[in-house]
């Protein structure tokens, strides 16, 4: 866990730009519609988040559907102890942080899928590893409830890795809206965030 501690740094961002090919906030055009089928893009119906209890990082107890309701929020699944993706995640979220704070009720929510291990304290110092933006949270689930949010999301992951590095969207009614590519950029995820706080 010490590596928690050591604030983002020149090696993270390169690891990052490399592992996403242009860059986590690249301004490029945004990535064409989805084929009928695909595991991303707009959520129709939009679905009503599942009322399970959450432990956030400040160790309050809540259910995701009250934490989600009244704001527009970004939600991704992630572990403190991933070495992978989360990484990624986590200086995603930080820059998304920075670029949402002209939206009004706009939220970040990181739940782990590792709750055994990721108790409040751990989640604080990940979260603090990449900055801890005010706008930024992160809770866990009861290990029972796991499986019943990867159903949810649709961000199972086949492999070593379990979770994808989708980011689920979430309008002020907390409903799932949009589920984006994997590893987003930065401006994506703020921009269709902004489109959510339009509606």
């Given at each position: 866990?010490?590596g928690?501690?050591?604030p983002l740094?020149r090696r993270?961002?390169?690891?990052?730009?490399?592992?996403?090919?242009?860059?986590l906030?690249?301004?490029?055009?945004?990535?064409?519609?989805?084929?009928?089928h695909a595991p991303f893009?707009?959520?129709d119906?939009?679905?009503?988040?599942?009322?399970i209890?959450?432990?956030?990082?400040?160790?309050?107890?809540?259910?995701?559907?009250?934490?989600l309701r009244?704001?527009?929020?970004?939600?991704?699944?992630?572990?403190?102890?991933?070495s992978?993706i989360?990484p990624?995640?986590g200086?995603?979220?930080?820059?998304?942080?920075?670029k949402i704070?002209a939206?009004?009720?706009?939220?970040?929510?990181s739940?782990?899928?590792d709750?055994l291990?990721?108790?409040?304290?751990?989640?604080r110092?990940?979260?603090?590893?990449?900055?801890?933006?005010?706008?930024w949270?992160?809770a866990?689930?009861?290990?029972?409830?796991?499986?019943?949010?990867?159903?949810f999301?649709?961000?199972r992951?086949?492999?070593?890795?379990?979770?994808?590095?989708q980011?689920?969207l979430?309008?002020?009614?907390?409903?799932l809206?949009?589920r984006?590519p994997?590893?987003?950029?930065?401006?994506y995820?703020?921009?269709?965030m902004?489109?959510?706080?339009?509606?």
């Amino acid at each position: 866990m010490r590596g928690l501690e050591i604030p983002l740094n020149r090696r993270h961002f390169v690891m990052i730009a490399a592992a996403t090919g242009l860059g986590l906030d690249s301004e490029a055009a945004p990535p064409p519609p989805p084929p009928a089928h695909a595991p991303f893009g707009p959520v129709d119906p939009p679905q009503l988040a599942l009322a399970i209890p959450l432990v956030g990082d400040d160790g309050k107890t809540f259910t995701l559907v009250q934490h989600l309701r009244g704001k527009v929020t970004a939600v991704q699944l992630m572990f403190a102890g991933c070495s992978a993706i989360c990484p990624i995640q986590g200086a995603l979220f930080a820059g998304v942080a920075q670029k949402i704070e002209a939206i009004r009720d706009a939220q970040l929510l990181s739940l782990t899928i590792d709750p055994l291990n990721d108790d409040p304290a751990v989640l604080r110092r990940w979260k603090a590893s990449f900055g801890a933006h005010r706008l930024w949270s992160a809770a866990a689930p009861k290990l029972k409830d796991v499986d019943a949010l990867f159903g949810f999301l649709g961000g199972r992951n086949q492999g070593v890795d379990e979770h994808t590095g989708q980011v689920y969207l979430f309008d002020r009614q907390a409903r799932l809206r949009y589920r984006t590519p994997d590893l987003p950029t930065i401006s994506y995820v703020a921009e269709t965030m902004s489109q959510l706080a339009r509606i």
